[in-house]
């Protein structure tokens, strides 16, 4: 198991010796009074893993280390390594540190359950990131923060259908099935497809959160289907740019027409995001890591003072289409 404990310095034990620039940092965010100094705060944090060069949890987390740096939080990280069963397992050693919350980016919606009532028995608030859990775990846990998956997917699917002019075939690179936010973008579309008639959805596989399994799952597609593809929806950039390489080959090759298929997807990239600059592919929602972890962070450090929040906390998430992309950051992943 791989602990990664991270104390910004031995100061930040006790608030007597903790830097000024600590103490002077802006907290009214914080819109409550809190229980403790927030540099003598301690905060779990169960990650999904950065393993695999996912540089969306890299960057998210080390905007996190920065945040807990600038005050004064002592933080102590698990790293679950892309392992349902491991996160699980590791939940016992956060408890016995009495953190003043545990925060949970989980693997797998229903799986993580029993560990989060255990932390929730413990008499430690739990706040979920990311990923929401499955409902049956939704009485032990104090807030969700993070993007909201239904909302991006159907953002995606709404855009790619206007791009299509309402009507057409669509092809699906979904993400993993049972991880929360790859099942709740997937149901958005198929809610929104009922709302169009004349929108058909020929085919939906796992692609993975993987350019080049979005590439060889699209090749397959061109090939079972052909010119009789018209939008492709990806669960995330990396995913769709895979698609757009395999539609890009294929137009090459003469086997599909230029510029006719539509793409669209949440959680854009950098690949993505260029694509729609150049007018090659229709439409991204932007969820920038960094952004997801500021705004998630303070949730969970406003959890772990005892300052109520809401129940739910979404970041905002624009699209981001040719005529507006100039408004916007590009992704640094």
Excluded: C
């Excluded at 807990?68 to 408890?95: C, F, H, N, W």
């Excluded at 979904?174 to 929360?180: A, Q, W």
């Amino acid at each position: 198991m791989k602990l990664l404990k991270m104390v910004a310095t031995a100061a930040i034990a006790t608030a007597l010796a903790v830097p000024a620039v600590a103490r002077a940092q802006d907290t009214s965010w914080l819109g409550g009074t809190p229980k403790k100094p927030l540099n003598a705060l301690k905060i779990g944090f169960s990650f999904r893993g950065g393993g695999g060069g996912n540089l969306y949890v890299t960057q998210y987390v080390d905007k996190l280390k920065e945040i807990a740096k600038t005050y004064g939080i002592t933080v102590d990280i698990v790293d679950a390594e892309d392992d349902p069963g491991r996160q699980s397992q590791q939940m016992p050693e956060l408890i016995a540190k009495h953190p003043d919350a545990i925060v949970v980016w989980a693997l797998n919606a229903a799986g993580i359950v029993p560990a989060i009532k255990r932390v929730h028995n413990a008499g430690i608030p739990v706040v979920t990131i990311v990923a929401d859990i499955d409902p049956s775990g939704k009485d032990y846990v104090t807030a969700h923060a993070g993007p909201n998956d239904t909302r991006e997917g159907t953002q995606a699917a709404e855009a790619l259908i206007d791009a299509m002019g309402g009507k057409g075939n669509v092809v699906e690179l979904r993400g993993p099935t049972g991880f929360g936010p790859a099942d709740q973008r997937a149901q958005a579309f198929l809610d929104v497809a009922k709302k169009h008639p004349d929108i058909h959805l020929l085919d939906a596989q796992d692609g993975n959160w993987s350019v080049n399994k979005g590439q060889s799952i699209m090749e397959t597609f061109i090939t079972r289907f052909g010119k009789r593809i018209d939008g492709v929806l990806s669960s995330d950039g990396y995913t769709g740019t895979g698609a757009y390489l395999a539609v890009d080959a294929a137009v090459k090759a003469g086997t599909l027409d230029d510029g006719h298929i539509k793409f669209s997807d949440p959680n854009g990239v950098a690949t993505a995001f260029d694509l729609v600059k150049q007018g090659k592919y229709s439409s991204t929602v932007l969820q920038l890591p960094q952004d997801d972890a500021a705004f998630s962070f303070r949730i969970a450090i406003k959890v772990a003072e005892g300052i109520p929040v809401a129940r739910y906390n979404y970041l905002p998430t624009p699209v981001v289409t040719r005529a507006n992309v100039s408004q916007y950051p590009r992704p640094g992943l």
